[in-house]
């Protein structure tokens, strides 16, 4: 058993909760175990200006890990502009728009703020997990007012943490294994089968292609769980 006593296969305990704030198109607050983060969508009449007179529209996210989030405070300003904040926020912005199609937007745009208000590990994967219900809704939103005609969605998407820790294979790392991990995995993928993006890290150690094919495997099935838990909440 791990530490928190969980099986090896075992994804944490996943809860959603949509309409978390009244003024934002849309959002929810999404824990997995003990990471929490609010998710929260913008709709824009706008386009960055690569897109101008394109007639396509663009999704992008933010990243934001609140100063104490942790066990120890962060500075808020060091927070917004540092490098792994920067490269977060791209993948959940990749991750998004691998499945939408963007030419059916128009010329508008939507904005996740992804803000980590407790973190225990995984806050990456549980931001595109979250930011995903929260793209639904605001995509959803714009369909009832008439700004589009359906929900241009093509696959759901998820994401999940997997790695080496003493030498065995987990599933959904909590904070204690991430850190002493030997291999860190964050993987996200289509309900289809079809990565979207797998990043891997040897932290001090190397692993072996087998290695690397059963963590996969085990990334795939914490995936299609966790896109079975957002088909039944965007049902209700």
């Not at 001090?204 to 072996?208: G, Q």
């Given at each position: 058993m791990r530490i928190d006593d969980r099986k090896y296969d075992e994804i944490r305990k996943i809860k959603i909760i949509r309409n978390y704030q009244k003024f934002a198109d849309a959002s929810c607050?999404?824990?997995c175990?003990?990471?929490k983060v609010l998710c929260a969508a913008t709709i824009q009449n706008s386009v960055p200006n690569h897109l101008k007179d394109s007639g396509t529209g663009w999704v992008s996210s933010e990243y934001a890990f609140l100063p104490r989030a942790g066990t120890q405070r962060n500075s808020r300003q060091r927070s917004i502009s540092a490098g792994?904040?920067?490269e977060i926020q791209r993948l959940i912005g990749r991750s998004l728009r691998s499945i939408v199609d963007l030419s059916l937007l128009g010329e508008r745009s939507i904005l996740i703020d992804c803000d980590v208000i407790q973190a225990d590990g995984g806050t990456r994967t549980t931001s595109i997990n979250g930011a995903f219900i929260t793209l639904h809704d605001a995509l959803n939103k714009m369909r009832n007012e008439g700004y589009i005609d359906r929900i241009p969605i093509k696959n759901y998407i998820g994401a999940i943490s997997v790695g080496i820790y003493n030498g065995e294979i987990l599933l959904d790392l909590c904070a204690s294994e991430d850190n002493k991990a030997s291999v860190d995995m964050n993987v996200v993928m289509t309900d289809t089968g079809r990565f979207v993006e797998i990043q891997g890290t040897g932290e001090?150690?190397?692993?072996?292609q087998k290695d690397l094919e059963r963590m996969l495997k085990l990334a795939k099935k914490g995936i299609s769980e966790i896109i079975e838990i957002q088909k039944n909440v965007i049902k209700k």
């Open positions: 607050l999404i824990q175990g003990n990471t792994r904040t920067q001090e150690a190397t692993f072996s």
